[in-house]
């Protein structure tokens, strides 16, 4: 099967079940599990994969009645141990994303 470029297309699980092209940035889930900070601010330019990046974060850690470990079997995280993999599923996720918010303006 062909893949495909997922332009405009922001949601992990979407792009892994699809067959779009995916660059692996599941190494971002090691370096948020390696530091010490109790807060982690993520900024990028706009359309540099912020809302990407999250949603990765969320399938990772999200506990659902069906595990996600299939989105991430074959990816760095994957291979990097044990310990990183028995983090996947165990949190409750709370996920928001403005992404499609349009600006109003005033009146």
Same mark, same amino acid.
């Given at each position: 099967?062909?893949?495909?470029?997922?332009?405009?297309?922001? !949601?992990?699980?979407?792009?892994?079940? !699809?067959?779009?092209?995916?660059?692996?940035?599941?190494?971002?889930?090691?370096?948020?599990?390696?530091?010490?900070?109790?807060?982690?601010?993520?900024?990028?330019?706009?359309?540099?994969?912020?809302?990407?990046?999250?949603?990765?974060?969320?399938?990772?850690?999200?506990?659902? !009645?069906?595990?996600?470990?299939?989105?991430?079997?074959?990816?760095?995280?994957?291979?990097?141990?044990?310990?990183?993999?028995?983090?996947?599923?165990?949190?409750?996720?709370?996920?928001?994303?403005?992404? !499609?918010?349009?600006?109003?303006?005033?009146?």
């Amino acid at each position: 099967m062909k893949k495909k470029l997922p332009l405009g297309i922001s !949601d992990y699980k979407k792009i892994i079940e !699809d067959n779009f092209y995916y660059l692996d940035k599941t190494l971002i889930i090691k370096e948020i599990l390696d530091a010490s900070e109790e807060i982690v601010l993520i900024t990028r330019p706009r359309r540099f994969g912020k809302t990407l990046n999250l949603s990765t974060l969320r399938y990772f850690f999200e506990k659902t !009645d069906v595990s996600n470990q299939r989105l991430f079997s074959d990816k760095a995280i994957w291979q990097t141990g044990k310990e990183y993999a028995g983090k996947q599923g165990q949190y409750p996720v709370i996920f928001l994303t403005f992404k !499609d918010v349009k600006r109003c303006k005033r009146q």
